[in-house]
């Protein structure tokens, strides 16, 4: 008998779906995009560290879960695409 595979049907991490959570909520409670700031201040409260977190939102920004907001400043915000 050959031998089964698993795969995993999700292509985000742990963390990335932490990361999702966390933006979807902040839309519906705020109704503006979430400040990367504030993204990684909620994580290292969580002990996630600031390079991961930034690994993570990219690795959203690549899958098409997160777009960067388009607002006129130096300050990187995100907006949801895709829901989880």
Not at 41 to 60: D, F
Request: net charge positive; glycine share 4%.
């Amino acid at each position: 008998m050959p031998k089964t595979f698993y795969t995993s049907f999700r292509d985000i991490t742990e963390l990335q779906t932490t990361i999702m959570v966390l933006v979807n909520q902040w839309a519906r409670e705020k109704k503006i995009p979430i400040p990367q700031k504030e993204i990684v201040q909620t994580m290292k409260t969580r002990e996630v560290g600031k390079p991961t977190t930034l690994y993570a939102l990219n690795g959203l920004l690549d899958k098409g879960y997160l777009r960067r907001a388009v607002i006129i400043s130096n300050k990187t915000s995100y907006v949801v695409l895709r829901t989880i």
